[in-house]
């Protein structure tokens, strides 16, 4: 562990009295649920319905919720462990592969979000020409370049934090291991550390933020001369879907990262809406305000019934 006297973190979590720990508990668990079931039901929906899977939207969204399942599952089984049997302890490994797979799915998805931004400025600004560009190969290509950014920017956090040591105290004030809390119990000086981790970080979450604001501000202007007429209702119902999940992912990413690591409550609730609440609303914002998603879970349905009668 590079000379690393610390062998484990104590996870202080989100409270240490123990009849808010079971309530937690039962919130956590149903909200876990809902995240693999609700993120679930929209991949196979998407999967069994040709129509929305040649579609490059949905098939980005069923992406989108691949990564809100497996973001879901980094922290909230740890989290439910910990509430239940009050042991609070991580290995330094575990720690290490946890911070990983935090930033390599948060930073997918921000890339993913971006990209979906770009696909929906397409479809709106060029319409005539969307098809030819946003074709499925490179719809595809697309996709990789988001998880290939995700897995450069995981890389790069965990290749500088590794090489930090860490010789005690060991207490993370988090319910789960992250580069700002990690960041503070290294025996050493930090902060030009903490300045080049939060320029990847927080960087990355503002100028995502403000090309994905910048590309719904051109889609609002393309369809202001549609307003009246009521075409672009339907469209801005969309959009406004995108902006919602985007204001729930990275307002907090940016409260979080986007300054020099301190550690408060409000940074302990933002970490709590990015990994665990904003995985459980995106399936259902995506759902109720999409009337073709509604439709396609209708059939989808109806096969199953069919099939098991």
């Given at each position: 562990m590079n000379g690393s006297a610390v062998s484990e973190f104590i996870l202080l979590?989100?409270?240490?009295?123990?009849?808010?720990?079971?309530?937690?508990?039962?919130?956590?668990?149903?909200?876990?649920?809902?995240?693999?079931?609700?993120?679930?039901?929209?991949?196979?929906?998407?999967?069994a319905d040709s129509h929305l899977l040649q579609s490059p939207m949905y098939f980005f969204l069923s992406n989108l919720s691949f990564i809100d399942m497996a973001l879901g599952t980094v922290t909230a089984p740890k989290m439910l462990h910990d509430l239940i049997n009050q042991g609070?302890?991580?290995?330094?490994?575990?720690?290490?592969?946890?911070?990983?797979?935090?930033?390599?799915?948060?930073?997918?998805?921000?890339?993913?979000?971006?990209?979906?931004?770009?696909?929906?400025?397409v479809a709106i600004c060029y319409p005539l020409s969307y098809t030819a560009i946003m074709h499925h190969q490179r719809c595809f290509c697309l996709l990789l370049v988001c998880w290939a950014g995700g897995l450069l920017h995981s890389t790069t956090q965990l290749a500088l934090i590794i090489q930090l040591p860490f010789c005690g105290p060991s207490e993370l004030d988090n319910f789960y291991c992250d580069v700002p809390q990690v960041v503070k119990l290294a025996c050493m000086d930090t902060y030009v550390l903490e300045i080049l981790m939060m320029s990847n970080s927080g960087l990355l979450s503002l100028l995502c933020f403000l090309v994905l604001l910048g590309s719904y501000s051109f889609i609002l202007v393309t369809l202001k001369s549609h307003f009246e007429d009521g075409s672009g209702r339907k469209v801005l119902s969309t959009c406004s879907s995108h902006l919602t999940v985007v204001s729930l992912i990275f307002v907090p990413c940016v409260f979080v990262y986007f300054r020099p690591f301190s550690s408060s409550r409000v940074d302990k609730m933002a970490s709590v809406f990015y990994t665990v609440i904003t995985p459980m609303l995106n399936p259902i914002i995506y759902t109720l305000r999409n009337q073709e998603v509604k439709e396609a879970i209708r059939r989808l349905r109806n096969r199953c019934v069919l099939c098991w009668t």
């Open positions: 979590g989100l409270s240490r009295s123990r009849a808010l720990q079971l309530l937690l508990f039962a919130l956590v668990s149903a909200t876990y649920a809902t995240i693999l079931l609700g993120n679930f039901l929209i991949m196979a929906t998407v999967w609070n302890t991580i290995s330094y490994g575990g720690c290490m592969t946890q911070l990983f797979f935090v930033h390599f799915l948060g930073g997918s998805e921000m890339f993913l979000l971006t990209l979906m931004a770009y696909d929906r400025y």
